[in-house]
């Protein structure tokens, strides 16, 4: 590839300095808006595929916990196997969040915000792109293949909070690196916010350490100034030290750090293994991990180490995990459409000025600005989006075919047993079931491998396996119809059929 010159990158986060042309609608509010209509109010979305992960109701349950109680759990108070085990409060403030949503509107609360969060993570990645002085229509789409990538995690989740904070910090960056601005110093705060919202904060203190490495690396070249290396060493310091702003202090690094040295139960979570390239989302981040890593050679070298590393270091991580695929199409996504345009800007120049190419790069300069500012119109649209958006849109509870809440109202004695089900339907009955139910175990990474592996064994109908539920004193089991635990259980005399449905099937210890 040859030698390409970077684009200016513009003014970003600024409105304009005269007049009150801010307060006219910008195309990007109508950009934001669009995101959301077409994420979840077109048909075959809708605004309940944010509650198809029973993680949510999980986070409800502990919001309730911290509310009812006014404090943080000091140990476990959902699980009857894990008695007195310390409570780690890794993600209490989306807990309270959730909570007090569905205490004010319900569920239709909590995946509105959540929608809003994906849709202005997606408006950042566009006004990011821009701010590379990126082509507007080459923007446009990428923007839009990276929503698509992301479809795979939009779950009311807390990694939401996340990859908008990592979205946010990428714009902030991005119009640093043009020219040293104060909003770089909001970095401390977000990470600090975002430390209490969702472990994967760490990920921003990885990205910081890469760039403030790639520039060292720059220095040395000759690229870039020692003054820029000490800045975003300084702001990573500065991060680092926001983080510690949590209910465990210095605490919270290190059980980040046991969790991923305890790779023998992230191996066993399907989030946790690597892409396979089969659904649509990860066809979308293969295209974007291909540019990338071709964009990091060509990056590297011309010894532009900080962005080639950010894609290199990035990318692998996506490799090594499906969780880690939305982290790399938040980074590399406006790189890519940075480098790509200037492959595009450099061919227009030389072509015909009535040609269609130099008629549509044209039309990107003269459109950009309009597009890379927001307006208070935006909150009078989302008030349209709640008034205007009919009730029958809007989730009032979990999907009865996805979770059991069939069962669950027939049989509110679930709440003493001592049940097993799955983690996504124990997820579920600590939120039907709030301060009563205890479970088997949930969709937490702290019942230990060994427990983990026999359940697993459980649930893939491994003979000899309900052992486990013997060992713990489980003595109800609520499992999917056509599950192989199904299938043990009506074979074992120990156990006796109770109910059925299309769903679900309830079984109890025969006496």
């Not at 979990?398 to 509110?412: G, T, V, Y």
């Amino acid at each position: 590839m040859s030698s390409v010159q970077t684009p200016p990158v513009p003014a970003g986060l600024s409105f304009p300095r005269s007049g009150f042309g801010w307060l006219t609608p910008s195309l990007c509010d109508l950009f934001f808006l669009a995101v959301i209509a077409w994420s979840f109010m077109t048909a075959g979305t809708g605004w309940s595929r944010l509650l198809w992960d029973g993680d949510t109701a999980l986070h409800i349950a502990i919001g309730e916990n911290i509310l009812e109680h006014r404090a943080i759990p000091v140990t476990d108070p959902f699980s009857f196997t894990m008695p007195n085990t310390p409570w780690s409060p890794w993600e209490w403030g989306t807990g309270v969040m959730f909570a007090e949503l569905n205490r004010t509107f319900g569920l239709k609360g909590i995946a509105f915000v959540c929608g809003v969060v994906i849709a202005a993570l997606i408006a950042i990645l566009f006004r990011t792109m821009l701010a590379y002085g990126a082509d507007l229509f080459l923007s446009l789409m990428l923007a839009l293949m990276a929503s698509n990538a992301l479809s795979l995690h939009y779950h009311a989740r807390p990694h939401l909070f996340t990859l908008l904070a990592l979205g946010l910090a990428g714009w902030i960056i991005a119009l640093d690196r043009a020219r040293p601005t104060w909003k770089i110093w909001l970095l401390p705060p977000i990470t600090a916010i975002a430390a209490n919202l969702h472990p994967g904060f760490a990920i921003l203190l990885v990205y910081l350490g890469v760039l403030a490495a790639g520039t060292g690396l720059e220095w040395l070249a000759g690229n870039a100034s020692r003054s820029t290396v000490a800045r975003y060493s300084a702001v990573l310091g500065a991060c680092m030290v926001g983080a510690l702003i949590n209910p465990q202090g210095f605490g919270l690094y290190t059980e980040i750090l046991s969790a991923f040295r305890g790779r023998g139960m992230t191996d066993l979570l399907q989030e946790w293994q690597a892409p396979t390239f089969r659904s649509t989302p990860q066809v979308y981040f293969m295209l974007f991990l291909l540019g990338g890593v071709a964009i990091a050679g060509m990056l590297i070298s011309h010894k532009r180490f900080a962005d080639g590393m950010l894609l290199i270091a990035f990318g692998y991580l996506s490799l090594t995990a499906v969780r880690h695929i939305t982290v790399f199409v938040v980074l590399a996504a406006p790189i890519i459409a940075r480098e790509l345009s200037a492959y595009w800007q450099a061919w227009v120049a030389g072509r015909p000025r009535g040609s269609v190419e130099r008629i549509l790069e044209d039309l990107s300069s003269q459109r950009r600005a309009s597009f890379n500012r927001n307006s208070p119109w935006v909150v009078v649209g989302l008030a349209a989006i709640v008034v205007l958006t009919p009730a029958s849109a809007w989730p009032v509870g979990f999907d009865p075919e996805m979770f059991p809440s069939a069962m669950a109202a027939r049989h509110p004695e679930l709440a003493s047993a001592r049940l097993f089900t799955t983690d996504q339907w124990a997820d579920y009955l600590l939120y039907a079931n709030p301060g009563r139910q205890k479970v088997f175990y949930d969709d937490r990474l702290f019942y230990g491998e060994k427990m983990y592996r026999a359940v697993v064994d459980l649930l893939n109908g491994k003979p000899g396996s309900t052992a486990v539920l013997d060992q713990y004193r489980a003595d109800t089991v609520l499992i999917e119809t056509a599950s192989s635990v199904a299938a043990l259980l009506k074979d074992d005399a120990r156990w006796k059929m109770v109910d059925q449905d299309k769903t679900a099937v309830l079984f109890r210890r025969a006496e």
